[in-house]
């Protein structure tokens, strides 16, 4: 398999074979990309100047048979929180990229004009395309690739990218997002509008793959706990979670909606044309949906249950329709749905405290004019839009500047400048714990740590100490948390430098470490553990940290905004109507959560890494997972 180096500045283009050491060390995918992105791009890189470099990455068993082997990674230095930043995304893209043969694509420089990177076999070229920019993500894809989609595969920006949105995304087979951090800024920076994939054949499977597939396969098709992700996908969270509180409303100022009813996946349900699923996948979790007529009649790939409460519960909508559009608008302007629906409600607790007002929008709770109309303008770089289109942390510094005193950050929730996923910290304390620590700003995916949540017994006493299981697995106690962190970043880490789909790892640990070797081991024809697995995700955690440290974050960055640390949420009961099924909430709060003690989880966090109490990988840890190399490159 290769590495291709293009700089669009020269249209220079080197093919080489992929270092082997560099696989063996960090496996692939968001690993190598790792390694690269540190290698090649230091403190003084801004990261919308032409040095920066936009790392595309295929893991070993992407495009394989093995089960939900769809993940493609990007890598590159976030414009967002200007460090360290990947994006990650299903579909099929990915999988074209490694039948063509490449480990990974890595893009420097800025082309003269709007440019499409054609990548076929081994032949790799910068075309000019002038035409395609200022064009919808969906007028891409048909225009490269035809109404059909049979010529192979495309990865591109909308509007947003090509403005250099600091939430921009990056959009491949058609709705699938590699979103967080602002790729689609990166690749609009370059001049780039657009990357086409087309393989000729795929190549050959070695027996014990095609057998460790099977198997594994076999594992997935027969869990149960998978049922809910193949009939709602990930919808099928939103009526527990509402119930649990862990349903962000209002900017976090409440953690549950009463009108549940009318988002959940029954409802959205009620839309749904067809169940589809990414390369190679036995779950089939993703939606066709359509809203055949109305003013917000539209057809997309989902939503989501981080899409449907960023641009329904935490925004005060009530509608799905309008949930629908607006996940609509943000696939062809190329926009992360997670941090715009954040960037409308901080834009809407803003106006209610009386700091920020518009013209046109009346940036009311539950308006829909002003979701629709905010997207539009974050993505255009217009009014409102402009400001918000710097994200949440930029645009409160802006905002209080203007003013002349603090004020607006304590409503712009984010961790190291990237805008919050859809879990409420006083709930979900592990996510509040992993949101905090995670090295590109807070991130669901980075930890994954939902055992706890899950009732997950099984799972946690195959994985801890017997003796910290009990506390570990109350939700509300705040003692092990870390201990439930560290183990899913470093599984969540060498799931995605492997190229496959959390949804069968650390969703629900369906497949667990040692189930997952098998399929590492045949690709490489040695042997493989579980315990290896682990160890290359430390490795991957360890010098995405280092890349972090050289950048001078430090504990200080290690942090969640104030509203979680200082301020309780209402917790409210909710009663099912015998008669018409619905839930009615409860008029007053049953209750209040809160985080109790934040520093504890992230001083044992620090200790069970081996790091220093600032939040430094030490020389010690650094040697025994093999990144001695690396100590003297992150001062």
């Not at 496996?27 to 790792?34: H, S, T």
């Not at 603090?406 to 409420?424: D, I, S």
Request: hydrophobic fraction near 40%; aromatic fraction near 6%; charged fraction near 25%.
């Amino acid at each position: 398999m290769k590495t291709a180096t293009v700089d669009l500045s020269t249209s220079g283009v080197e093919i080489v074979e992929t270092a082997p050491e560099a696989l063996r060390q960090f496996v692939g995918g968001r690993g190598l990309g790792a390694k690269l992105l540190f290698e090649l791009v230091g403190p003084g890189v801004e990261p919308l100047s032409p040095e920066n470099y936009l790392i595309f990455t295929a893991g070993p068993l992407a495009g394989t048979p093995w089960p939900t082997s769809a993940r493609l990674h990007v890598t590159f230095k976030s414009p967002l929180t200007g460090v360290y930043g990947y994006a990650n995304s299903g579909g099929f893209f990915a999988a074209e990229l490694r039948h063509a043969g490449y480990d990974a694509v890595l893009i420097t420089g800025r082309a003269p004009q709007p440019s499409v990177l054609r990548i076929e076999d081994g032949e790799i070229r910068i075309e000019a395309a002038p035409g395609l920019w200022g064009q919808t993500t969906e007028a891409v894809h048909q225009a490269l690739l035809g109404p059909e989609a049979r010529d192979g595969r495309l990865a591109c920006i909308g509007p947003a990218g090509e403005n250099l949105v600091r939430i921009a995304a990056i959009i491949n087979d058609h709705n699938r997002a590699a979103a967080r951090g602002g790729p689609g800024a990166v690749m609009g920076s370059k001049h780039l509008k657009a990357i086409h994939v087309r393989a000729s054949a795929r190549p050959g499977i070695p027996p014990a793959l095609r057998a460790a597939a099977k198997t594994a396969t076999a594992r997935l098709n027969g869990d149960p706990r998978l049922d809910g992700l193949r009939r709602f996908g990930t919808l099928v969270l939103m009526e527990p979670k509402n119930l649990s509180g862990d349903q962000p409303a209002k900017n976090h100022q409440l953690a549950q909606v009463p009108f549940i009813g009318q988002v959940d996946a029954a409802a959205l349900d009620r839309y749904l044309v067809e169940h589809k699923g990414c390369y190679a996948c036995p779950i089939r979790c993703a939606r066709k949906s359509r809203v055949s007529e109305g003013p917000y009649a539209a057809e997309i790939g989902g939503p989501e249950y981080e899409t449907t409460n960023a641009l329904g519960p935490m925004c005060w909508i009530d509608d799905p329709e309008a949930i629908i559009y607006a996940n609509h608008l943000c696939n062809l302007y190329g926009l992360d749905t997670i941090s715009t629906g954040v960037a409308v409600a901080f834009a809407m607790e803003l106006h209610e405290k009386g700091l920020l007002d518009d013209p046109e929008l009346s940036l009311a709770w539950g308006d829909v004019d002003t979701l629709l109309g905010l997207i539009e303008r974050i993505a255009r770089r217009q009014g409102t839009g402009a400001l918000l289109a710097e994200g949440v942390r930029r645009a409160a510094q802006q905002i209080d500047s203007a003013r002349g005193h603090a004020g607006a950050g304590r409503y712009a929730l984010h961790v190291k400048g990237m805008e919050l996923p859809r879990q409420e910290p006083r709930v979900a304390k592990g996510f509040g714990l992993g949101h905090g620590t995670s090295n590109r700003g807070a991130d669901h995916l980075y930890a994954l740590p939902a055992i706890d949540l899950g009732g997950a017994w099984d799972i946690a006493q195959q994985i801890f100490p017997a003796e910290i299981v009990p506390e570990l697995m109350e939700t509300d106690n705040e003692r092990y948390k870390a201990d439930m962190v560290v183990y899913g970043e470093h599984f969540c880490a060498v799931t995605d430098a492997l190229g496959i789909c959390k949804f069968s790892t650390t969703e629900e640990y369906s497949l667990l470490p040692g189930d997952v070797a098998p399929g590492l081991a045949a690709v490489w024809g040695e042997a493989v553990t579980g315990d290896d697995l682990l160890e290359a995700g430390e490795r991957i955690v360890n010098l995405e940290r280092l890349y972090n440290v050289r950048e001078g974050l430090s504990r200080a960055d290690d942090r969640l905004p104030a509203r979680f640390l200082e301020e309780a949420v209402p917790l409210f009961g909710f009663e099912r109507d015998p008669e018409t099924g619905s839930l009615r909430q409860s008029p007053e709060p049953m209750g209040h959560a809160e985080i109790y003690d934040f520093e504890a989880m992230l001083d044992r966090y620090y200790q069970l890494r081996g790091w220093s109490p600032d939040g430094i990988p030490t020389p010690a840890t650094l040697r025994r997972l093999g990144l001695a190399d690396y100590l003297d490159q992150d001062e």
